[in-house]
């Protein structure tokens, strides 16, 4: 028996996978076939036109309501300014009283100096109305 060449192996790899890939190819069309028809039903069922789906498709009707209004995204929707609730005497610098302390905050607490000392008159005025 006579032993085969590395390039007639390959060679007929090659078209025995390129055969598969067809058939592959063809068992994908068959299945693909009744579910774009059932597709198109729905549209007609439901009026929807082919321009409506690409429109559903492109990248900026994602961010647009039905009138073609832009949606407010929701970072925009989340993110508003906080007003001021402490301020340095010295420096003006401000905090809002959220998140991680500024140090001028956590170094006065330390040397036992209250939080409430930096209040914002306007704040500290609204809070004693309340």
């Known amino acids: 028996?006579?032993?085969t060449s590395y390039a007639s192996q390959k060679s007929r790899l090659e078209k025995e996978k390129a055969?598969?890939?067809?058939?592959?190819?063809?068992?994908?069309?068959?299945?693909?076939?009744?579910i774009i028809t059932s597709i198109v039903r729905s549209?007609?069922?439901?009026?929807?036109?082919?321009?409506?789906?690409?429109?559903?498709?492109s990248p900026r009707a994602?961010?647009?309501?039905?009138?073609g209004a832009r949606k407010p995204t929701s970072a925009s929707a989340s993110k508003r300014?906080?007003?001021?609730?402490?301020?340095?005497p010295e420096t003006q610098a401000e905090w809002t009283g959220r998140g991680r302390a500024p140090l001028w905050v956590v170094e006065a607490e330390a040397a036992g100096t209250p939080r409430e000392v930096f209040l914002i008159e306007k704040v500290a005025a609204d809070a004693t109305a309340d």
């Open 1 to 3: 028996m006579a032993r």
């Open 19 to 34: 055969k598969i890939e067809k058939q592959l190819q063809s068992l994908q069309a068959k299945q693909r076939k009744p």
């Open 43 to 57: 549209m007609r069922d439901y009026g929807i036109t082919p321009e409506e789906i690409a429109a559903a498709f």
């Open 62 to 67: 994602s961010s647009r309501n039905t009138d």
């Open 81 to 88: 300014t906080v007003p001021a609730k402490y301020r340095h």
